[in-house]
């Protein structure tokens, strides 16, 4: 199994998928990019995770994420599968679901775990910056649905990072103070930060979130 870490660059790949032959990074381009594997289609967790999905593409497309879905399913098995979950989700599925028949991706990318199940793939999340390196690593077992609120808290804490210099403690919401990421000095953070902070420990340094 590969093991990726956070801080690789994605591993490149190409594939067949429902919105057609697919080069992962020429598909990324110069955005951000998510990458979640399901175990199996037409399973019921996966079909509310995937109408979930396609209903928050508006919250997706307005932080310049796109989104990707890929199971050892073949293409033919993912076409079919999509009606179902447009007919029973009220969605439409317009990113592209990858057909990994072969398993190249998904060993790729270690998200088939052997030891839990050696047929299909677990709910593995990636997120990966527009530099192509990967941001965040989520591991879910196939019975538990991911929460796609908390897949866009973290991709605005992600953002706030790489655009802002901040980080956000524990429990952040969108909207609330967030943390002065400790690299960052004072005389920085007075330049940066024109909503002024407050040092509650010099190491902890709180400022309104600024965008
Ligand atoms: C599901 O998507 O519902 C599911 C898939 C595999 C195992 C358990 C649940």
Known sequence: MNTIRLGDIAPNFTAWSTQGGFDFHE????????????????????????GTMANYSKEFEARNVKVAAISVDPLDSHFEWIKDIEETQNAMVRFPLIADHDREVSELYGMIHPNDDATMTVRSVFIIAPDKRVKLILTYPASTGRNFDELLRVIDSLQLTQYEALATPANWKNGEDCVILPSVSNEEAEERFPKGFETVKPYLRLTPQPN
């Open 27 to 50: 598909w990324l381009g110069t955005d951000w990019g998510m990458l979640v594997s399901h175990p199996a289609d037409f399973t019921p967790v996966c079909t509310t995770e995937l």
